[in-house]
């Protein structure tokens, strides 16, 4: 059972492996091309006399590379050494094993068809009981190294092997036979001898060293060369989630977008059901048009990798199965083709594509539903409050959220207070120091909004529960003080998520707390670059940012980094403060840049790639939320702005 099995495996490593691509049958006489790909002798025979072939050149069958023919023919190709030793060292397990499908092997030294008895190791080729006799007499093959077929059937594959590689350490000279190559001549890309390195290759511009030296040196740049794949793919996978995050948010836009349309249509359902279907079908063409755009974005990038994994495979296979020698003699082919796939270059995303939203407007029997928007833009819809001290006024707003009824919740630092907002800027509620005592708000910072309109707000080391009429439900400390007192804490951001899991920055003792509704603990996540807001994202990951390193920073629920960006844009230092995460899982941050009046807003996707600005020219923006209907809301300094996609 053993045997057969051996004999099955034998089997499926010579269809996979030892067999000519062209073919189909086990190797002969196999030749290299200048893309690494091998094959027969005779089937590239065949293929130049039988195909249209360039003057000179043979096309790869597989990849279609071409390869300059040799003056002296397709002979005088670079032999596959590895490869023939490999069928042959194959050969003879199968007939160890009385494989049927091997025949007993004839001399190939003479046309009498005789039963081959040995191997000469230097002609590589079996040999007849009378050409071992005649090799033996001849002064030009006496000294060849013959083993018999007996000393090959009592012995495993290792003998073999070991035989061929201890004749290849010093394989003989091109030039001169007599002689062992024992340099390789970097200037013509050749192994040489040392009557070769006295005579032909003397002179200065021939620059040769030992082979174990020459063949180091080849090894490392091969290893180089083979890390910057590792980069190339750390590139490809980046460029491959972003396109499949900007797919998945063009068909959220579109779904948004003929949600919108339908809700028109319900108001005009008399006059536009028939321009309403238009307009869908519009809107679902353009996000079919632009999602084979994509689709075909990520075909080339990853044909691109498929290009570069098959150059890395083919290499790695030589450099690890090929005998010194044959190595030098691919040094020029191996690194060609290691340089020609080194710069792979991805094709960037067309992220502004991944937008389509609609622009509806009062409908007239000649006017359409609604003008669909192909291009993203943001502009400023409203804005709420002044700087001063009365209802509805501003000296701080650091911390903003938005309730499902449009409301807006608003902490002022500097006021010490918490204000609620109509959808229409107008003074709902209020509650402060002064107002309210001691144990209400001592220095709300930042907020954050439930599902069911709980108000989260951070209070200098506790976070304050409130609902809606800003009645206090209860209140916990995430972060317990430092024993010795050397890290204080202080509370600097706060999010939460749909499963209603809280997230609580302290910049003061560099941990982010994430924790149930009710103040239980879930898990702590240390990071000694917390020093802002943060928000969460997609895929139980949360996002912050450090003002005075302007670093963008994400990482998961358990502390592992997800991606460190830096914030400045061209050669503007830009400080992040405020980060928010839409219901996509881009991020949106609020930018300082030195001096009031000159700030903005910057875009990115999930995986930390700049996409653009979203507004110039705020005041002091600190903090930002999504209200229900999609508009970007910004506490910013002394007012609300509300910026909605035009």
């Given at each position: 059972m053993a045997e057969a099995a051996t004999k099955i495996a034998l089997g499926r490593i010579?269809?996979?492996?030892?067999?000519?691509p062209i073919c189909r049958c086990r190797?002969?006489?196999?030749k290299i091309l200048d893309c690494l790909h091998t094959f027969c002798l005779n089937c590239l025979d065949k293929l130049v006399s039988g195909e249209q072939q360039q003057q000179n050149k043979i096309s790869c069958p597989l990849c279609r590379q071409l390869t300059d023919i040799p003056d002296a023919g397709l002979q005088s190709l670079q032999n596959c050494f590895f490869l023939k030793s490999l069928v042959d060292e194959f050969s003879k397990q199968e007939l160890l094993l009385g494989h049927t499908s091997v025949q007993i092997p004839t001399c190939q030294q003479c046309d009498e068809g005789l039963e081959a008895v040995a191997r000469c190791q230097d002609c590589d080729e079996n040999i007849c009981r009378k050409c071992q006799e005649a090799h033996g007499r001849w002064k030009r093959t006496k000294n060849h190294q013959v083993v018999t077929v007996e000393s090959l059937m009592n012995h495993t594959g290792g003998p073999l092997i070991e035989v061929r590689k201890t004749d290849s350490q010093a394989p003989k000279c091109r030039t001169h036979p007599d002689y062992r190559v024992c340099f390789y001549c970097s200037t013509c890309e050749m192994s040489i001898c040392a009557r070769c390195a006295a005579v032909e290759h003397r002179t200065d511009e021939h620059k040769y060293s030992e082979i174990a030296d020459v063949v180091g040196s080849l090894r490392k740049d091969v290893d180089e060369a083979l890390l910057m794949f590792e980069d190339c793919?750390?590139?490809f996978q980046v460029a491959h989630r972003s396109t499949e995050h900007a797919r998945d948010r063009l068909k959220m836009m579109v779904e948004r977008a003929c949600q919108a349309i339908s809700a028109k249509e319900e108001e005009?359902?008399?006059?536009?059901?028939e321009k309403s279907r238009s307009l869908r079908e519009?809107?679902?063409?353009?996000?079919?048009?632009?999602?084979?755009k994509y689709e075909e974005v990520l075909a080339r990038n990853r044909e691109e990798m498929e290009r570069a994994d098959r150059v890395v495979k083919t290499v790695t296979e030589l450099m690890q199965e090929a005998e010194k020698d044959e190595l030098l003699d691919l040094k020029p082919k191996i690194m060609h083709n290691l340089e020609s796939q080194g710069e792979v270059q991805f094709e960037p995303v067309p992220y502004e594509l991944s937008y389509i939203g609609v622009k509806c407007q009062d409908v007239v029997s000649d006017v359409d539903l609604a003008q669909i928007v192909q291009?993203?833009?943001w502009k400023l819809k409203e804005e709420f409050g002044k700087k001063?001290?009365?209802?509805?006024e501003f000296k701080g707003a650091t911390g903003v959220g938005c309730l499902k009824d449009g409301g807006i919740a608003v902490t002022d630092t500097k006021h010490q207070r918490l204000t609620m907002l109509t959808s229409t800027g107008a003074c709902k509620h209020t509650l402060s120091h002064a107002k309210e005592g001691l144990f209400k708000l001592k220095a709300p910072y930042s907020v954050a909004v439930t599902c069911d309109d709980l108000l989260l707000i951070t209070d200098v080391d506790k976070v304050k529960v409130f609902d809606s009429e800003l009645q206090l439900q209860h209140q916990f400390v995430?972060?317990?003080?430092?024993?010795?007192?050397?890290?204080?804490?202080?509370?600097?951001?706060?999010?939460?998520?749909?499963?209603?899991?809280?997230?609580?920055?302290?910049?003061g003792r560099k941990v982010i707390s994430v924790h149930n509704l009710d103040g239980s603990l879930i898990t702590t996540v240390p990071n000694d670059m917390i020093h802002g807001y943060i928000s969460f994202s997609r895929e139980d990951c949360l996002v912050f940012t450090n003002y005075h390193e302007r670093r963008l920073l994400c990482v998961d629920l358990k502390g592992n980094k997800v991606f460190d960006v830096g914030t400045s844009v061209g050669r503007k230092s830009a400080k992040p403060i405020g980060v928010c995460c839409d219901e996509a899982g881009d991020i949106y941050v609020s930018t300082h840049y030195g001096q009031t009046g000159s700030c903005e807003i910057h875009h990115y996707d999930p995986e930390g790639m700049y996409i653009g600005r979203v507004a110039r020219g705020l005041f002091n923006p600190f903090a930002m939320a999504f209200a229900t209907d999609g508009n970007l809301v910004v506490a910013d300094m002394h007012s609300v702005k509300i910026f909605h996609r035009a």
């Open positions: 010579s269809q996979s492996h030892l067999e000519c190797y002969t006489d196999p793919r750390e590139r005009e359902i008399a006059k536009i059901r519009k809107v679902a063409e353009i996000g079919r048009g632009r999602d084979d291009e993203e833009k001063g001290d009365g209802q509805g995430p972060s317990k003080e430092d024993p010795d007192c050397r890290l204080k804490s202080y509370l600097s951001g706060i999010s939460v998520d749909t499963k209603n899991r809280v997230a609580v920055a302290d910049s």
